[in-house]
């Protein structure tokens, strides 16, 4: 289960619905408990995606656009993971959009996964927010849903 507060799931609706026809991707950072993940901020990051660099990505399918794929450039992981240290916390998740497709992770989006992390998906349909999944791997490398708990 992944706890959120109703305002940081708004942020990211609305980041998403910003960047449409392209994907948004952002950072979640919060902590690991026993019942579960607790977001505590969320940092949106630009999509970094270079079709030209990542063309030859095996999971990529070719060459895309930023309307169907997203990267987070490393320094802002990087700046993510020193912010959070600082503040006693964890990076817990990533978030993106799809586009005018349903919020179920892509091949691409599994094979640039993390186990342990969260990975929120918004579906953007012809500009407006339509649903909200979060997704973790389990131990095959396959991910699995997980509950979205809006906290107030």
Aim: net charge negative.
């Amino acid at each position: 289960m992944i706890k959120i507060p109703a305002e940081h799931l708004q942020a990211i609706c609305t980041h998403a619905e910003r960047t449409y026809p392209e994907e948004c991707c952002g950072i979640m950072l919060g902590k690991i408990g026993d019942e579960g993940k607790t977001v505590s901020e969320v940092w949106e990051t630009f999509n970094a995606w270079e079709e030209e660099k990542w063309a030859e990505f095996p999971a990529s399918g070719g060459v895309r656009g930023k309307e169907s794929t997203f990267t987070i450039a490393p320094l802002d992981i990087i700046k993510a993971q020193k912010v959070a240290r600082d503040r006693q916390l964890q990076i817990i998740g990533f978030y993106h959009s799809h586009p005018d497709h349903p919020a179920i992770p892509s091949e691409m989006d599994r094979a640039i996964a993390w186990a342990v992390y969260s990975y929120i998906i918004v579906s953007v349909r012809q500009g407006k927010v339509g649903e909200v999944r979060s997704w973790c791997l389990d131990d095959a490398h396959q991910f699995q849903e997980e509950e979205i708990f809006p906290n107030v």
